[in-house]
């Protein structure tokens, strides 16, 4: 038999993005949380480019977590969960195959560096944007990750404070999404 709690947990968790005044800011709301993020540097757009710096409209599913096993534990969650290692990348190459997809490093084609060091992907969820399949150019590496200290923009991820990150990431499973509202 399911337990009450059990049955208030099949049900899926939306987190909400919603924009504020700073074009490049928004508050996220998960459960009975809210906690404030920086978006893309261009703001929330409707239709998303690659390399056009915003944080695309739509509902995403939380696919993945990666995080740096060099640097922390591994957080507490109950995502699928992958170690980062320097052999890591995401091609934002439109021209590639594998655009908007985890690549093997070295890579022949546009990508990034999963190892960062400035720790903004120490803690790194994929969003469901653009992967099923991959529309080349409709924009790749969507990320919900650490923000930096000042909320600085992002090229079009999602970012939080890692205390909050770490909050969420507790309470997310497979099958969450995330829905960011322009």
């Not at 590639?96 to 720790?119: F, K, T």
């Not at 923000?147 to 969450?176: F, H, I, K, M, N």
Request: aromatic share 6%.
């Amino acid at each position: 038999m399911i337990s009450r709690r059990e049955r208030v947990r099949l049900a899926v968790m939306e987190i909400r993005v919603a924009p504020t005044e700073d074009r490049t800011r928004g508050l996220v709301t998960w459960g009975r949380r809210h906690a404030p993020c920086a978006l893309g540097r261009a703001g929330i757009a409707r239709v998303k480019q690659e390399g056009d710096g915003a944080t695309p409209v739509g509902r995403f599913a939380l696919r993945r977590l990666f995080y740096r096993a060099d640097r922390r534990d591994r957080p507490e969650t109950a995502l699928p969960t992958a170690a980062i290692t320097p052999h890591l990348g995401w091609c934002d190459d439109p021209a590639s195959p594998a655009y908007n997809r985890l690549v093997r490093l070295p890579c022949p084609w546009r990508h990034e560096v999963l190892a960062r060091a400035d720790g903004l992907y120490d803690l790194m969820v994929v969003l469901g944007h653009n992967d099923a399949p991959p529309a080349p150019g409709a924009g790749s590496a969507i990320f919900l990750h650490l923000a930096t200290s000042d909320y600085a923009p992002t090229e079009g991820c999602v970012a939080l404070a890692e205390a909050d990150l770490v909050d969420l990431l507790r309470a997310a499973s497979p099958g969450d999404v995330m829905t960011v509202r322009g």
